[in-house]
Every structure is written in structure tokens, then in C-alpha cells.
């Protein structure tokens, strides 16, 4: 089944710097990758994704980057500001009708220093 | 107006006592889906359902038992209840049948087996 590792489990920026969380998966057949944000006793918040035919995806101040090759896909967050602190989490799946799936990484805890 | 809506937020109970919990989504989605959180984040689906039949069932001891009454509501009732069932549950919901795989999750709900 699919594996996906994500690293590091905990990152400390600056505000206004950017931060990168990096991803790697074992299924060559996937072709989903979501992220999820979880703030402190809420659920996951899906806020970004991108699908295996594309290699890169922005959203203002987030983007994420796929390579296939690799096997690995990074979310970038740049101009990082305190509520950006949270749970980060990457997810990996192949579409394939109801028997989708998602892989969840463990989780990266970053703190946005003020 | 919320999109997965998850009862009760929080469950406190002791060992042995059998629990349920509901889950709802309004955004006429075709899938449902448990996962369990533990204490260290890690997030790991139980099981999924398409327009009411269950597709996954992740090795989930049969002291659970999900249920579907309709494609609106999941809701998951364990028996006999452990200390190692305490976690964090999800509900989540997607639309396979589009061909979109988003899924978005509810609240959670909080249950402490003592």
C-alpha cells in the first residue's frame, strides 16, 4: 500500500519568512496530493491539493510543487504570519471511483514566530 | 450552515460501555468516511461508504460498526469500549462520482475511554 513520509515533524519560522514542508510517497499509481491545515481542536481544513498531470499549483500565499520522478511534492508558504501556525498534514491517493483513498503523512507542527 | 457536522463533540465513557456517533454532511456529497486521530496526530482512515454501501473497511477491530441510513449520515457505534479507542474520530465526505476527490472533514469528535 501506499506510504507517504513527511518531514520535518516540527518547523519554527520567523513571520514574513517562508516555509517549505516536504513530502514523499511510495505509490507510483497515485495521483492526489492534498494538504490540510489543522488548527488546535478542529478538523482538517483541505488548502491546497494538485493531481499528478500538473507540476506545480499556487493559491496567493501557498503553492505546491509536484515530482513524479522523485516521488515527492512540497508546500511552500511564503510571508508566513502567526495564524499560518498549525498542523500541517500531505496526503497521497489515487482516484479510481469509490475505492479512492487518501494516505495521510504524520503531521508537521509549524510555529510562526511574531 | 456547516458543511460535516459531527454529534457529540465530546465522549467521555468508561471501559466496556458501547458509544455512537453521527455524522452528517450537506454537501450532497456521494462518500462518507471515518478516521481516527491518535495522540500523536497520526490521522488513518477506518472506513469509507459510496451512496450507502460500504468500499473500505481498514482492519478495524468488528467492535465498530459503521453505519449508513442514507448518503447524508455515517455514524459509527462501538462496542465494548477499550482505553486504546481513545482518539480523535473524523467524519469526512467527498464526491467521487464527478471525478473529485476533495474531501472535507468535520469537527471531530474527542473520545476519552477511562
Known amino acids: 500500500g501506499e506510504n507517504v513520509e513527511q518531514h520535518p515533524s516540527t518547523l519554527s519560522v520567523q513571520e514574513g519568512d517562508s516555509a517549505v514542508i516536504k513530502c514523499t510517497y511510495s505509490?507510483?499509481?497515485?495521483?492526489?496530493f492534498p494538504w490540510y491545515k489543522q488548527e488546535l481542536g478542529k478538523g482538517p481544513q483541505l488548502i491546497i491539493d494538485?493531481?499528478?498531470?500538473?507540476g506545480e499549483k499556487k493559491d496567493q500565499r501557498i503553492a505546491v510543487t509536484l515530482n513524479k520522478t522523485a516521488k515527492h511534492f512540497s508546500l511552500h508558504i511564503t510571508e508566513t504570519q502567526p495564524e499560518d501556525s498549525a498542523v500541517y498534514f500531505c496526503?497521497?491517493?489515487?482516484?479510481?471511483?469509490?475505492?479512492?483513498?487518501?494516505?495521510f503523512g504524520k503531521g508537521i507542527t509549524l510555529s510562526v514566530r511574531p | 450552515d456547516t458543511a460535516v457536522s459531527q454529534t457529540p463533540k465530546y465522549l467521555v465513557t468508561q471501559m466496556g460501555n458501547d458509544k455512537s456517533i453521527k455524522c452528517e454532511q450537506n454537501?450532497?456529497?456521494?462518500?462518507m468516511y471515518w478516521y481516527k486521530q491518535d495522540s500523536k496526530k497520526f490521522l488513518k482512515i477506518m472506513f469509507s461508504y459510496n451512496n450507502k454501501e460500504l468500499i473500505i473497511n481498514e482492519t478495524v477491530p468488528n467492535r465498530f460498526s459503521p453505519k449508513s441510513p442514507d448518503k447524508a449520515h455515517l455514524n459509527l457505534h462501538i462496542n465494548s469500549l477499550e482505553l486504546g479507542d481513545s482518539a480523535v474520530y473524523f467524519c469526512?465526505?467527498?464526491?467521487?462520482?464527478?471525478?473529485?476527490?476533495?474531501?472535507?472533514f468535520g469537527p471531530g469528535t474527542r473520545l476519552t475511554v477511562t
Open positions: 454537501l450532497g456529497h456521494d462518500t
Open positions: 469526512a465526505s467527498s464526491q467521487v462520482d464527478r471525478g473529485r476527490y476533495e474531501q472535507y
Open positions: 496526503a497521497a491517493g489515487h482516484n479510481t471511483g469509490a475505492n479512492s483513498k487518501l494516505t
Open positions: 494538485i493531481r499528478s498531470n500538473v
Open positions: 505509490d507510483s499509481a497515485s495521483n492526489y
